[in-house]
């Protein structure tokens, strides 16, 4: 059934759905054998959900696809949230049980990217390269060595193309489905699933896709508020090391175990933006531009702000990044802690306001309509 579901009419794929939903309904309340089945069922569709056609290998290493399966399949996974079932169930039942789905299928969202071999091959001397995790002066060593200019990964190959055909395909998939499905149940798993993610990240650093995992991690931490207002009143927006100490008290494990892994993963990504180019470089600066205030500090936001506004004359959607965090800066930060700082930030606006903009709706002209409102500001 799940197999043949991307041939199914709208009509056909709402009716499957619905009578799939019957049947975990009916396993769910029998209890631990809706787990067994489930759990195999959720990962065995994940991995079929995120299998597509051979890609080449720059599109493998640069987390890109054309035309994937994922983008038929999302149908399915968002709506096992939204269609009812044909009997109506209280509201209290229906919240635990798609809580319960949910749970499964991030569970298999968690172990498939363990799961992959992702290593790389270097074309020219046939080595795997591999970094020991936790060590980012190696992990620096290895990017210089493997790639004569940062990041560069032209002469990579991929060492088990399917396992990186599946990721590929996989991180697209789950920035679509974590934004889109039950974005409260994910807080439950934020932590877990970005702990994951970044000890991936150190492991593999030339793959730009747990970049963009830890990313959406953020992103949805930002949008929720997870954070908010954890940190001392003396210490928001100043320099901060990512300690306990620095919290107020009584704020949940989950938030102060979020806090003090993002706080020092960001660090080790400050230090690789410097070794790293292209789709590289711009995940990692969609990463730290979309980081909620508590976690970072303006100063160390400078230099990736720059190279965003410096990339965005070529590539626009990395400049709109940039804009939304000084916009956020503006907004939230107090004047007397953004204004030193002010000279330096609309300094990198120059290139934008010195030259005509592109047509009036293209994506270089609203660039520089955003530039011309955050300089009057």
Same mark, same amino acid.
């Given at each position: 059934?799940?197999?043949?579901?991307?041939?199914?009419?709208?009509? #056909?794929?709402?009716?499957?759905?619905?009578?799939?939903?019957?049947?975990?309904?009916?396993?769910?309340k029998?209890?631990?054998?809706? #787990?067994?089945?489930?759990?195999?069922?959720?990962? !065995? *569709?994940?991995i079929?959900?995120?299998?597509?056609?051979?890609?080449?290998?720059?599109?493998?290493?640069?987390?890109?696809?054309?035309?994937?399966?994922f983008?038929?399949?999302?149908?399915f996974?968002?709506?096992?949230?939204?269609?009812?079932?044909?009997?109506?169930?209280e509201?209290?039942? !229906?919240q635990?049980?798609h809580?319960?789905? $949910?749970?499964?299928?991030?569970k298999?969202l968690i172990?498939?990217? =363990?799961?992959l071999d992702?290593?790389?091959v270097?074309?020219?001397?046939?080595?795997?390269?591999?970094?020991?995790?936790?060590?980012? /002066?190696?992990?620096?060593?290895?990017v210089?060595?493997t790639?004569?200019?940062?990041g560069d990964?032209?002469?990579l190959?991929?060492?088990?193309?399917?396992?990186?055909a599946?990721?590929?395909?996989?991180?697209?998939?789950?920035?679509?489905? &974590?934004?889109?499905?039950?974005?409260?149940?994910?807080?439950r798993?934020?932590?877990?699933?970005? !702990?994951?993610?970044?000890?991936?990240s150190?492991?593999y650093?030339?793959?730009?896709?747990? $970049?963009?995992?830890?990313?959406?991690?953020? =992103?949805?931490?930002?949008? /929720?508020?997870?954070?908010?207002?954890?940190? @001392?009143? %003396?210490?928001?927006?100043? /320099?901060?090391?990512?300690?306990?100490a620095?919290?107020?008290? %009584?704020?949940? /494990?989950? =938030?102060?175990?979020?806090?003090? +892994?993002f706080?020092? $993963?960001l660090?080790? #990504?400050?230090?690789?933006?410097?070794l790293? @180019?292209?789709?590289?470089?711009?995940?990692c &600066?969609?990463?730290?531009?979309?980081?909620?205030?508590?976690?970072?500090?303006?100063?160390e936001l400078?230099?990736?702000?720059?190279?965003a506004?410096?990339?965005g004359?070529?590539?626009?959607?990395?400049?709109?990044?940039a804009?939304d965090?000084?916009?956020?800066?503006?907004?939230?930060?107090?004047?007397?802690?953004?204004?030193?700082?002010? *000279?330096n930030?609309?300094?990198?606006?120059?290139d934008?306001?010195? #030259?005509?903009?592109g047509?009036?709706?293209?994506? !270089?002209?609203?660039v520089?309509?955003?530039?011309?409102? +955050?300089a009057?500001k």
């Open positions: 059934m799940i197999m043949q579901f991307p041939r199914f009419s709208d009509r #056909v794929r709402f009716l499957t759905i619905q009578s799939f939903l019957e049947l975990l309904w009916v396993l769910h029998k209890g631990a054998i809706f #787990v067994t089945f489930w759990s195999r069922v959720a990962y !065995q *569709a994940l079929l959900t995120c299998t597509g056609p051979e890609i080449s290998v720059e599109q493998m290493m640069d987390v890109k696809s054309s035309e994937p399966m983008k038929e399949y999302i149908y996974w968002e709506n096992l949230f939204k269609i009812p079932l044909r009997n109506p169930i509201e209290s039942d !229906q635990i049980f809580s319960a789905i $949910y749970d499964q299928i991030m298999s172990s498939i990217p =363990q799961n992702l290593n790389t270097d074309s020219e001397v046939s080595e795997i390269v591999k970094v020991r995790e936790n060590d980012i /002066s190696e992990a620096s060593i290895y210089a060595n790639s004569h200019s940062s990964i032209t002469r190959q991929a060492s088990n193309p399917k396992d990186f599946i990721f590929v395909n996989f991180v697209e998939f789950c920035e679509l489905f &974590l934004h889109r499905a039950k974005t409260n149940d994910f807080l798993w934020i932590y877990i699933f970005s !702990q994951v993610q970044v000890a991936l150190t492991k650093p030339l793959v730009s896709g747990f $970049y963009r995992l830890c990313s959406t991690s953020l =992103q949805i931490c930002k949008g /929720s508020g997870f954070v908010k207002g954890i940190l @001392k009143e %003396d210490l928001y927006g100043l /320099s901060h090391e990512g300690s306990e620095e919290l107020k008290p %009584d704020i949940p /494990s989950v =938030q102060r175990n979020f806090f003090i +892994l706080t020092k $993963y660090k080790e #990504v400050l230090v690789r933006l410097r790293f @180019k292209d789709e590289l470089l711009v995940s &600066l969609k990463l730290i531009l979309n980081i909620p205030q508590e976690l970072i500090t303006i100063n400078l230099i990736p702000l720059k190279d506004l410096r990339l004359q070529s590539f626009p959607p990395i400049a709109f990044v804009l965090a000084i916009e956020v800066w503006i907004k939230d930060l107090p004047k007397a802690l953004l204004k030193p700082h002010l *000279a930030i609309f300094e990198n606006f120059n934008y306001l010195a #030259v005509v903009g047509t009036e709706g293209t994506l !270089q002209s609203l520089d309509e955003r530039l011309k409102g +955050l009057g």
